[in-house]
Nanobody, 122 residues
Framework: QVELVESGGGLVQAGGSLRLSCAAS????????MAWYRRTPGTERELVAS???????NYAESVKGRFTIARDNAKNTVHLQMNNLKPDDTAVYYC????????????????WGEGTQVTVVS
């Protein structure tokens, strides 16, 4: 079994910064892509940023130049540094990790964090 624990959300003024973290623990053999999504009420979850195990990064257009995703493989952790935050960034943020569990030939599954609220006020 795998557990993902998110931290770092909160309330911030526009122009401010927050750093989200998501740490995975459990029966983990390998982690490939790590990603952050967000969702506002009444909308679908949208991809914010992702990073592959070869460090290739991908960002939503709305956050390019402001957000940076990074991974710490030794700690099974992914971070999202969010700078110059805007009220439109207000959402619940979720991490998603593609994880292989058990033996080296084990299955790959997508695991989600529980979500952390980010609120940006003007």
């Amino acid at each position: 079994q795998v557990e993902l624990v998110e931290s770092g959300g909160g309330l911030v003024q526009a122009g401010g910064s927050l750093r989200l973290s998501c740490a995975a623990s459990g029966s983990i053999t390998d982690i490939s892509t790590m990603a952050w999504y967000r969702r506002t009420p009444g909308t679908e979850r949208e991809l914010v940023a992702s990073i592959t195990n070869s460090e290739r990064q991908n960002y939503a257009e709305s956050v390019k130049g402001r957000f940076t995703i990074a991974r710490d493989n030794a700690k099974n952790t992914v971070h999202l540094q969010m700078n110059n935050l805007k009220p439109d960034d207000t959402a619940v943020y979720y991490c998603k990790l593609r994880i292989r569990t058990g033996p080296a030939w084990g299955r790959w599954d997508d695991w989600w964090g529980e979500g952390t609220q980010v609120t940006v006020v003007s």
